[in-house]
C-alpha cells in the first residue's frame, strides 16, 4: 500500500534476462577496453561460463565480492582472491559505514 495514496495500486514487474544484459556489456568492454582486472559483486553462477572465458582464454585476474555462501562455487575456482564480506576487515568498515548514514 501506497503511505500517502492508499487507492493507489502497485504493480510488480520482473526484469527478465538481466544477467544476459550484463554479461554482453561486460564482454563488449573487454573487447574495447583491454582489462586485465574484474572485481565481480556477485556470485551468481550464471555468469560462470563468461567467467570461465576471460580467466583462461585472456588471462583476466578475477576477485570476487560477497559472502562465501552467496558466492557461486562455479565462481569460486576462477577467483584470484574472494573478499567475505562478513570477515575482518571488511565487515567493521561496512558496519561504520552503515552507521554513517543513520546519522
Same mark, same amino acid.
Given at each position: 500500500m501506497?503511505? !500517502? !495514496? &492508499?487507492?493507489? +495500486?502497485?504493480?510488480?514487474?520482473? +526484469?527478465?534476462? *538481466?544477467d *544476459?544484459? @550484463? %554479461?554482453?556489456? $561486460?564482454? $563488449?568492454?573487454? #573487447?574495447? $577496453?583491454?582489462?586485465?582486472?574484474? %572485481?565481480?559483486?556477485?556470485?551468481?553462477g550464471?555468469?560462470?561460463?563468461?567467467?570461465q572465458?576471460? *580467466?583462461?582464454k585472456? /588471462? %583476466?585476474?578475477?576477485? @570476487? #565480492? /560477497?559472502? *562465501? +555462501?552467496?558466492?557461486s562455487?562455479?565462481? !569460486? &575456482?576462477?577467483a $584470484?582472491?574472494?573478499?567475505?564480506?562478513?570477515?575482518? &576487515?571488511?565487515?567493521t568498515? =561496512?558496519?561504520?559505514?552503515?552507521?554513517?548514514?543513520? =546519522?
Open positions: 501506497h503511505p !500517502k !495514496k &492508499p487507492d493507489f +495500486q502497485y504493480k510488480e514487474t520482473m +526484469q527478465k534476462a *538481466v *544476459v544484459g @550484463l %554479461v554482453y556489456h $561486460r564482454t $563488449r568492454s573487454y #573487447m574495447n $577496453r583491454k582489462w586485465n582486472k574484474l %572485481v565481480l559483486i556477485a556470485g551468481d550464471d555468469f560462470h561460463e563468461p567467467i572465458d576471460l *580467466v583462461e585472456h /588471462g %583476466v585476474d578475477l576477485y @570476487l #565480492m /560477497g559472502t *562465501v +555462501q552467496s558466492i562455487d562455479e565462481l !569460486k &575456482p576462477y $584470484r582472491k574472494i573478499f567475505d564480506l562478513t570477515k575482518e &576487515p571488511l565487515w568498515d =561496512l558496519a561504520y559505514a552503515g552507521k554513517k548514514h543513520e =546519522l
